[in-house]
Nanobody, 121 residues
Framework: QVQLVESGGGSVQAGGSLRLSCAASGYTYSSSSKCMGWFRQAPGKKREGVAHIDTRSTRYADSVKGRFTISQDISKNTVYLRMNSLKPEDTAMYYC??????????????WGQGTQVTVSS
């Protein structure tokens, strides 16, 4: 059974930084099949993809390009999201997701419980 556990959320002032971590257990697919990402959902808004990583590429939402960086430690089965220059509009619950990369896209099947990020102005 795949489990994802996020950590690193918190409250920060605008312009500050946070690093989120997501530790995966039971995620035993081949490296070439793995893909992980971060999503967020603010109150009253739809969930949106923030960043994605697989063995081929990383991708970011336009709203976070140049400020957020996704990375992974394959040996620890952990993915990170470094968030710099945070803005109040980044306030949301952040979710880690993992899935299987197939036919050019990632099918996210597994989700963490989420970690809250609050940015004050």
């Amino acid at each position: 059974q795949v489990q994802l556990v996020e950590s690193g959320g918190g409250s920060v002032q605008a312009g500050g930084s946070l690093r989120l971590s997501c530790a995966a257990s039971g995620y035993t697919y081949s490296s070439s099949s793995k893909c992980m990402g971060w999503f967020r959902q603010a109150p009253g808004k739809k969930r949106e993809g923030v960043a994605h990583i697989d063995t081929r590429s990383t991708r970011y939402a336009d709203s976070v390009k140049g400020r957020f960086t996704i990375s992974q430690d394959i040996s620890k089965n952990t993915v990170y999201l470094r968030m710099n220059s945070l803005k109040p509009e980044d306030t949301a619950m952040y979710y880690c997701a993992a899935g299987i990369f197939y036919s050019g896209s990632c099918a996210y099947n597994y989700w963490g419980q989420g970690t809250q990020v609050t940015v004050s102005s």
